[in-house]
């Protein structure tokens, strides 16, 4: 089995646990909420890429490919995909919002007994503006109402220097 879903005692619709069998055997916990933002489930993808990430085809043979190797993932959600590569020797920072830190932190703790390297959790500071581009300005051989673009750049800072001058 590699993945089922296990009641918490909580109301299961407000509170799931997320099972993930690995190849040895043994079970990654992952504490999901019945409701939320995208980032409070385990999705399939995340599944599919942490099994990926245990096949002899992206390991190789004798040590596995992500021991010692430092991981970070972006937008962890429940942290799935950068706990199982914890669990196969990485050091990994798994970052999200404000609202999935204490979520992805009891996921931390939850698994950290199968941990052989490293993990932590850290803010996701998005620091980039958004435009999204208007329709009437799209190519127009690809035109869609379902097609989104959007230009990205990075936030301007602004530098202040502070200086302390006590008084004599």
Not at 6 to 26: A, H, M
Not at 82 to 100: F, K, S, W
Not at 108 to 114: F, G, Q, V
Request: aromatic share 6%; hydrophobic share 40%.
């Amino acid at each position: 089995m590699a993945a089922s879903l296990e009641s918490s005692g909580e109301d299961p619709l407000r509170n799931f646990v997320r099972v993930l069998e690995k190849r040895d055997g043994t079970v990654l916990r992952l504490q999901q909420y019945g409701s939320g933002g995208v980032g409070c489930v385990v999705w399939d993808a995340a599944i599919v890429l942490s099994k990926y990430l245990e096949t002899p085809g992206f390991a190789g043979d004798g040590a596995h490919a992500l021991s010692r190797r430092s991981v970070l993932e972006l937008g962890s959600g429940t942290g799935a995909v950068g706990l199982m590569a914890a669990t196969l020797g990485a050091d990994v920072i798994v970052t999200d919002l404000e609202e999935l830190q204490d979520l992805l932190k009891m996921n931390i703790n939850m698994n950290k007994h199968l941990v052989t390297g490293s993990v932590q959790a850290k803010l996701l500071q998005l620091d980039f503006d958004f435009e999204k581009i208007p329709l009437e300005k799209h190519d127009e051989e690809y035109r869609s109402e379902d097609i989104h673009i959007l230009y990205i750049r990075k936030k301007k800072s602004v530098n202040t220097c502070l200086s302390y001058h006590p008084l004599k």
